[in-house]
């Protein structure tokens, strides 16, 4: 008891002094020795201590990530919101944006468009942006291109069409399957296959990619609500508070 008694005032001192009061250089290897033991035996004995400081650091990282991801939205938000290119849907005249970038194979995108579109249902003031993002490998990237050949020779219509079916796709993106399922949904099929590997599809993939990048923006699905950057899959509930915190 006495020991440890000496160990907390020890270290409560030393945490308490001013940083010039202590200098564990000017000790001597004796006295550096008797510290380090004092310290680890009050440390042992108070373990809460390391997952407090350890919580306390990991809160600052998340605040300062959220600060940073503000900026980072703030700095391209006219390549998020305004691009040219990316779909829109929901209510284009919604006072909130959602931006979700998706990619077709992703398991927690599937699981996320169903979400997405109650939320939609849900709230009639919610715009919608789309931005194709294929980064699970060549199948993701036929899949992105198919989605977005539809949208340039079909417009918006084929594309929300196309977008819907390949969230429950589950074969290889082939050009004879994607031509299947093109003519299945009324679309040009022989016109969209041809436009897959175009330069101007090539270039709505590239500019996104390119967004990503400076967004930080790793995997997917990831959002932007508002003014936050959402990174990974939420569930219903949670976009709907992020949407209601948004408006306040």
């Known amino acids: ?9 020890l270290c409560l001192a030393v945490f308490s002094a001013p940083v010039a009061a202590f200098d564990i250089t000017a000790m001597s290897d004796a006295e550096r020795a008797a510290f380090q ?3 680890r035996a009050y440390l042992m004995a108070n373990p809460q201590v390391i997952l ?3 919580n306390q650091m990991e809160a600052q990282q998340a605040e300062q990530q959220a600060q940073d991801d503000l900026s980072l939205v703030a700095t391209n938000a006219e390549a998020l919101f305004e691009d040219g290119f990316s779909w829109i849907g929901g209510n ?4 909130l944006t959602v ?5 077709y194979r992703c398991g927690y995108c599937r699981k996320a468009h169903e979400e997405v579109a109650q939320l939609l249902e849900a709230d009639g003031n919610i715009r919608l942006i789309i931005k194709e993002f294929p980064i699970l490998g060549e199948a993701s990237a036929i899949s992105s291109r198919f989605a977005i050949a539809a949208k340039q020779i079909g417009g918006n219509e084929a594309y929300k069409a196309v977008h819907d079916a390949m969230m429950s796709f589950g074969g290889e993106p082939s050009a004879a399957a994607l031509g299947r399922l093109a003519e ?3 679309l040009n099929a022989k016109a969209i296959v041809a436009r897959m590997d175009s330069q101007e599809v090539e270039k709505e993939i590239s500019e996104t990619r390119a967004l990503a990048q400076r967004l930080q923006i790793r995997g997917t699905p990831t959002f932007v609500m508002g003014g936050q950057l959402v990174r ?9 508070q992020i949407v209601k915190e948004e408006r306040n």
């Open 1 to 9: 008891m006495k020991r440890l008694l000496a160990s907390t005032s």
């Open 37 to 39: 033991e004092e310290l």
């Open 52 to 54: 407090d400081s350890v």
């Open 92 to 95: 284009p005249e919604g006072d």
């Open 99 to 103: 931006v979700e970038f998706l990619d």
């Open 184 to 186: 299945g949904l009324g």
């Open 232 to 240: 990974g899959y939420v569930p219903l509930d949670a976009m709907q």
